[in-house]
């Protein structure tokens, strides 16, 4: 989500895998529940850094290379979607759980950055792959699951569990 200065609403970026399979960039709320889930706030990024950041969010949100397809296993997914932008926009360096399944498909591409920003990832369409980055940790993905440690976060990965740690990867500003 997203919302520029001065605007009166947020804008969702999202994908959805019924009806018409595409990406949806419109005026809602962000901190709704998803089929009874709660949401998590992953980043709150604001000020002149969030000025500089949302055109380049647009920009990729508007080149994600899955526009039409979903496929809620391995990937492309929602979260395939948002690992896209995170990857593509330099300073959002957001690390997603481990339990976001498809987070890890490439598509044809067998090696990228990790979305965290620093670190690396091979992955076989989704099905098998590693990646090691600061945020990220350690993780071994088999299948859409992932297991590992998280050193910066204190935590382990576990495969259906995610993340349990005593840190938050992604720790949040002073506001």
């Known amino acids: 989500a997203t919302k520029e200065k001065g605007a009166g609403h947020y804008r969702l970026h999202e994908v959805t895998g019924w009806r018409s399979y595409v990406v949806n960039s419109r005026p809602g709320e962000p ?3 998803w089929y009874g889930a709660k949401p998590e706030l992953y980043a709150d990024i604001r000020g002149k850094k ?7 969010i647009y920009q990729a949100v508007q ?12 990937g492309p997914n929602s979260n395939t979607f948002v690992a896209w ?3 593509e926009v330099q ?3 957001v690390a997603l759980p481990g339990n976001a399944v498809g987070k890890d498909y490439l598509g044809k591409l067998m090696a990228s950055d990790v979305p965290g920003g620093s670190g690396f990832q091979l992955s076989a369409g989704g099905y098998l792959g590693v990646l090691i980055g600061a945020k990220e940790g350690l993780e071994i993905n088999i299948l859409g699951l992932s297991l590992g440690v998280t050193p910066a976060a204190l935590g382990v990965k576990l495969p259906g569990l995610g993340d349990l740690a005593l840190r938050n990867p992604n720790p ?3 506001q």
């Open 31 to 33: 901190d709704r529940h």
């Open 85 to 87: 932008v995170i990857r």
């Open 63 to 74: 080149n994600y290379p899955y526009p039409t397809r979903y496929k809620a296993w391995p």
């Open 91 to 93: 300073g959002l360096d």
């Open 50 to 56: 969030a000025q500089t950041l949302i055109p380049k």
């Open 172 to 174: 949040m500003p002073a």
